[in-house]
C-alpha cells in the first residue's frame, strides 16, 4: 500500500511529553483529511484530565512529518473519534 500524504497519530500523555499510541494513515485528498478532522468530537476547554491526543498529521517528502492541527479529548470521547476516522478510512480504502 502506498504511503499517503496524511495520517492521525493518536497520542497519550506520559512523564511529561505525549507518546504515539496508535496511527491511521489517511487519503491524500487534503479536503477528506479535514472533513474528517473537523467532524471529530472534543471540547475545547482543555483541562487536567484530558490526557488524550488525536494529532493530524502531513507527511513531508524528507521523511519528516508535520502536525497540522491537534485536539484534547476524554477516553469517551476518543473512543467515539476512532469509531469515526475507521469507518471514513475503510470507505476511502474499499470504496474510492
Known sequence: MERSNYHIEVQMYCHDSYIQIARFDLSSCEKIV?????????????????????????????????????LDCTLDELGENIKAIIKKTFRAVNFD
Open 34 to 70: 479535514q472533513e474528517l478532522f473537523d467532524e471529530l468530537k472534543w471540547d475545547s476547554q482543555a483541562s487536567g484530565n484530558r490526557l488524550l491526543r488525536i494529532a493530524l498529521m502531513r507527511n513531508e517528502k524528507n521523511n519528516t512529518k508535520t502536525q497540522l492541527k491537534s
